[in-house]
């Protein structure tokens, strides 16, 4: 069984002794036979230079008799010196931090947990939004939005970069107007580990560990992938969901313990805490894409896909812009496999188009199932308006050991992501109000339930698909993003309306 770490349309890459490289060179292709690259020469020594340094190197300064030697700096830390932040912390040092957090900012942070993993542990979370109130009014559904990492325990980078958004939105309540704006406008939920037990067992046990730590049919086999086991359209009835697999689903849906414990907290929010989630995005790592619903199917189209494109590409954008890495734009689904519907079908990772050779689903065969994703359940089942996977740095050079250096930088892509996200849905007020025609007669039959997987129509087409005429849009939309230079609020607004322009038609 090959250990498979990521894949793209464009490259994969796997984990394997290199004694074993020739028998797997043997089985492919001849084109394909040198067109491997080794990644990484030294596994062990990069997994030990992912943890943290065992003392930092602070110079001291000589103690002078008759002088003092404590000398306070009044001015708090920037990124680049923040201690937390020069290493990956485990849980033992991220819980703390998080309880600190709560108490030196009470105003507007607050410590939750969502619930308790198979062993034991506390899912912790971080509560930050400020509630101006008014009591001659009664208080409308609070719009929430929710940042979860670490669904995977190897992904490390997921979890800092968590706790890196948090606390760089935590720290700017009250001194930066928009920011301040973001937290009254809005409810944000941090999870920077769902899965608690995972992450402990790669810091004291298996580095590479990645699901969570629960008991399954075969006793040497632990854990089962927490993003494949969620109930929309879980996948564990395939003759491929082998206990062994590092993306086992489970026996039934929701037999993870903290998916579980997870989807019962987002339903008790949203039935009995007058929570209205109208976004979510799932951290993971690794290879640098926004990926939008669905992740099951590559042919069903969500409803409203639209504005789910819009938005991942300003995403994507926002990200470029902070660091210039760029980011795909793509379906959760095509960011696995390779999809054909058209004859020119577009790579959404390179922006290049290419023909390939389809077999008559139109689909590639999947590496993978991608049912019962969070994606997924949150966007189907809870009506989450807008739901994202956004997989961080890299590309595949160190993939889940990413070295420490990288922490800050990738917080601050996490960051500008999280922000556009939030300022996006402050000049969008159609969420959960005022929407266009079309989008209201859709929406309607969405929320009520109804069936989205359609039956073909006479012509092909399945009822949700986009028309030609849009398709157009999002190709001036993703080449827009891709400009390096842009007037942000002249351009944004005309996308903006052209995309409502051409709804209405």
């Not at 970069?161 to 760089?168: H, I, L, W």
């Not at 199917?297 to 990200?319: D, H, R, V, Y």
């Not at 740095?393 to 800050?408: A, E, H, K, M, Q």
């Amino acid at each position: 069984m090959l250990d498979v770490w990521e894949f793209t349309t464009d490259w994969v890459d796997i984990r394997l002794s290199k004694d074993v490289v020739p028998s797997l060179l043997g089985l492919l292709p001849a084109s394909l036979q040198r067109a491997h690259t080794p990644l990484m020469y030294d596994l062990t020594q990069a997994i030990f230079e992912s943890y943290p340094a065992a003392a930092f190197e602070v110079p001291t300064p000589p103690v002078q008799d008759g002088y003092r030697t404590f000398s306070p700096d009044l001015h708090p830390p920037t990124d680049e010196t923040n201690i937390y932040f020069r290493n990956y912390q485990p849980l033992s040092v991220i819980v703390p931090w998080m309880r600190l957090l709560s108490s030196l900012f009470p105003t507007h942070v607050r410590m939750l947990n969502i619930g308790l993993s198979y062993e034991g542990r506390d899912i912790p979370a971080l509560r930050v939004g400020a509630h101006p109130t008014n009591s001659e009014q009664p208080s409308p559904p609070r719009k929430t939005i929710i940042i979860t990492g670490g669904s995977h325990a190897r992904e490390w980078i997921s979890t800092s970069s968590v706790n890196y958004v948090a606390y760089s939105f935590v720290t700017a309540y009250g001194k930066s107007p928009g920011m301040t704006k973001l937290l009254e406008k809005f409810d944000w939920i941090f999870i920077p580990t769902l899965n608690p037990d995972g992450y402990v067992y790669t810091w004291e046990t298996d580095r590479l560990w990645r699901k969570n730590r629960q008991q399954t049919g075969i006793r040497f086999c632990k854990g089962v992938d927490l993003d494949r086991t969620f109930g929309f359209e879980w996948d564990g009835a395939s003759p491929k969901n082998n206990p062994c697999s590092e993306s086992f689903a489970g026996d039934a849906p929701f037999q993870g313990v903290e998916s579980r414990r997870f989807a019962n907290w987002v339903r008790n929010e949203t039935e009995h805490n007058n929570a209205d989630i109208v976004a979510f995005l799932d951290f993971h790592s690794y290879s640098q894409q926004v990926l939008y619903p669905y992740s099951y199917s590559c042919t069903s189209t969500p409803p409203l896909l639209e504005n789910l494109e819009e938005l991942a590409i300003g995403i994507a954008k926002a990200i470029r812009l902070t660091n210039g890495h760029s980011y795909g734009v793509t379906s959760a689904c095509e960011g696995s496999v390779l999809v054909e519907n058209d004859e020119n079908k577009t790579n959404a990772v390179n922006g290049k188009k290419k023909n390939f050779q389809r077999d008559k689903q139109g689909v590639w065969p999947r590496m993978e199932s991608g049912g019962g994703s969070a994606l997924d359940w949150l966007y189907h089942e809870i009506h989450v308006r807008y739901t994202y996977q956004i997989k961080l740095r890299d590309t595949g050079s160190y993939g889940f050991l990413l070295p420490s250096r990288n922490i800050v930088p990738t917080g601050k892509e996490a960051f500008s992501a999280v922000k556009y996200l939030g300022e996006f849905l402050l000049r969008n007020k159609r969420v959960g109000e005022v929407m266009m025609e079309d989008e209201n007669s859709a929406e309607s039959e969405w929320r009520a339930g109804s069936d989205m997987k359609k039956e073909q129509a006479g012509d092909g087409e399945q009822e949700w698909s986009t028309e030609k005429s849009n398709k157009e849009v999002f190709e001036m939309v993703k080449e827009a993003a891709q400009s390096p230079d842009v007037d942000e609020e002249g351009e944004n607004a005309g996308i903006n309306w052209e995309l409502r322009r051409r709804r209405r038609k």
